[in-house]
């Protein structure tokens, strides 16, 4: 590819292509699709290789969007059993590991809508470790009066600002309930 002057360096660019690749191991050619993927400001291309028995009737950035959204579904169960402990059967009766599975999931569900209806854009795609730590694990006290309830968090909380920011956003959302 030729390079002048007038390149659009502030933009990013994507090229998709594919070949036929056999190995000496394979008994038979496989399809190989490729993403060549430049970001914003950089020089060279990243590549992305994916080997496919999918027909070459399919265009190769649907092949990629098609294995995009496997990879992030699985990446919803891994989150699911690493954070939620979703898998977890440590009891020799199916009604205890079934009721642990369904507090499991309604934990994680209860996450998911925190996270969909009440972060910024940017924090959206946090995981739950993150999540934990930023909103959960939080030094403060809870005190009473007569007429209202105040939570008092630890003036040292790194991350106070977001948290009163997911916690007016959950107010705002109790409004319309």
Known sequence: MFYDNHHPWDEKEVYYNSVSYQ??????????CIRSTREVGELLFNHSFIVTNFSENISVKRVFETYNKRGTMENFIKEAKNSFFFDKTDSPRFIENEAHMMISLLA?????????????????????????????K????????????????????????????????????????
């Open 138 to 177: 939080v030094a403060g006290k809870l005190v009473s009066t007569a007429r209202q309830m105040y939570l008092k968090l630890s003036s040292s909380h790194v991350y106070q600002r977001e948290f009163y920011a997911v916690f007016r956003q959950i107010q705002r959302i109790r409004q319309y309930i």
């Open 23 to 32: 190995a000496a191991s394979w008994s038979k050619p496989r399809w190989v």
């Open 108 to 136: 994680y569900n209860l996450v998911n809508f925190l996270r969909t209806l009440c972060f910024d854009p940017k924090s959206k795609g946090l995981q739950v470790d993150t999540i934990r730590l930023r909103l959960f």
